[in-house]
């Protein structure tokens, strides 16, 4: 049964996302502010203005794992930040803890030097593996947010608590760290230690706010459909309960 | 090459997809994460040739830091060789990584606690609004109904007050930060699925 209404949410999302960004104006679309995505694209654009360094972290789940989602967001919000970085004096860095999500971060800074007309600019080592275990990958990039001339860092993607210790180290080097992933107990560790924390699915809404496009917006505007529709069956079978009919 | 790797990524996912919901796809889907892990175990040996080609960069160009940089290479060869000579259930291997890996990461952990603290204090500074004050507020009335104090406890803290923030509010906006973490999965999966997005050959 569980199985059913499992395919049964599958389709309809499919469908739904495909219609809406079939039929909506991309333009028509109303984002509510996210202080931790204003504060990304603000620091951004005067990191490339100011020719500092942009490192975005994409954490290190396996992407075979179910922490994959957040990773592949992150690599989203890759794609943008390489179109629109690589012309800076010193391109955007890509760092993961996981080597096939390094190779894909390399495909994506790599596209963005071809979307300029530029390719031949592109090095490989801005696509780098940190480290094969949450901590060591945390110990190797913490020296990179201090020596490789950055002004702003992205954690977007799966991290644990190990994230304070970045989150230590762009405070000692007075670096703009926004903070993202889809760890609970590592959402309080950012909260609290990050320039500005993205809570929840505010991480997924990365790309549309920074690029628009009709799939991401669709894709927002699908996840609140059927956020309504989970609060609807929550209330009523907490109603149902009450009233001791289930 | 491009649609090549469109309609292999489509048709995998969709495979293993299906295989969740329909029992005689099982099988193929087992088939295919077979696969699949062979292939991730591949990229981890050009990811430890990433990690390998920015260090020997960093030792190059004599950069900060890179005498570590040399040590790490050191390390990852000898333990490369010896791993490969002697096996990896070999009881020096193994004394290497309990006596050497498991420590230094132990020590990292540590820190937390102090970065943690650092971080909670610094946290007004950073941004004084409402939130982080509810958010600090929380924290010291759960270290508070957790300790044991001279005098013994405090019982509403620790019969009420803890349960109640632990197991009604932090757990309820656990559940729907996790529902709004699985909704944006969920989507992200779709896309990639259907192609929209391409996070290989940087689509």
């Known amino acids: 049964m569980t199985g059913w209404v499992g395919l049964g949410a599958l389709l309809f999302s499919t469908v739904l996302l495909i219609a809406i960004a079939r039929l909506r104006r991309p333009s028509a679309a109303r984002f509510r502010p996210i202080s931790g995505l204003t504060s990304l694209y603000r620091a951004f654009g005067h990191s490339v203005e100011g020719g500092t360094r942009l490192i975005i972290a994409l954490g290190g789940p396996s992407l075979l794992s179910r922490s994959a989602g957040p990773a592949l967001a992150g690599l989203r919000l890759l794609k943008e930040i390489a179109q629109r970085g690589t012309g800076s004096d010193l391109p955007p860095l890509a760092v993961s803890g996981e080597p096939s999500l390094a190779l894909l971060s390399q495909d994506t800074l790599h596209a963005g030097y071809r979307a300029i007309g530029a390719p031949e600019f592109f090095q490989p080592v801005t696509g780098r593996v940190a480290g094969l275990t949450p901590f060591s990958s945390s110990a190797a990039t913490m020296p990179m947010i201090s020596d490789e001339q950055a002004s702003v860092a992205a954690l977007i993607g799966h991290f644990g608590v190990e994230s304070a210790l970045l989150a230590e180290a762009a405070e000692r080097s007075n670096v703009v760290l926004i903070g993202a992933t889809d760890d609970p107990a590592a959402q309080a560790v950012l909260y609290a230690t990050s320039t500005d924390p993205l809570v929840g699915e505010e991480l997924f809404a990365a790309p549309a706010y920074f690029a628009g496009g009709a799939m991401p917006l669709a894709s927002l505007t699908v996840q609140d459909v059927l956020r309504w529709i989970i609060i609807a069956v929550v209330l009523l079978g907490a109603a149902l309960k009450l009233l001791q009919i289930i | ?203």
Do not use: C
């Open chain 2, 1 to 203: 090459m491009y649609i090549v790797a469109l309609i292999f990524a489509a048709i995998g996912g969709l495979l293993v997809l299906a295989g969740y919901f329909f029992a005689p796809l099982g099988e193929l889907q087992r088939l295919i994460l077979d696969w699949a892990i062979i292939v991730a175990g591949a990229a981890m040996l050009v990811g430890i040739f990433n990690l390998v080609l920015v260090h020997a960069t960093r030792i190059q160009s004599r950069a900060k830091g890179s005498s570590y940089s040399m040590i790490l290479l050191l390390a990852l060869f000898s333990t490369f060789v010896f791993g490969i000579m002697l096996g990896p259930d070999n009881p020096g291997i193994r004394r290497l990584v309990n006596t050497v890996v498991v420590p230094a990461e132990s020590s990292l952990m540590a820190l937390l606690a102090v970065s943690l603290l650092y971080g909670s204090v610094r946290l007004l500074q950073r941004r004084l609004n409402l939130m982080s004050g509810v958010f600090l507020a929380t924290a010291a009335l759960m270290l508070i109904a957790s300790a044991t104090l001279p005098f013994g406890e405090i019982g509403v803290m620790s019969t009420f007050v803890r349960p109640w923030l632990q197991h009604v509010l932090a757990l309820g906006g656990a559940r729907g930060l996790l529902i709004g973490v699985a909704l944006g999965t969920l989507l992200t999966g779709i896309r990639v699925l259907i192609g929209a997005d391409r996070p290989y050959q940087g689509g």
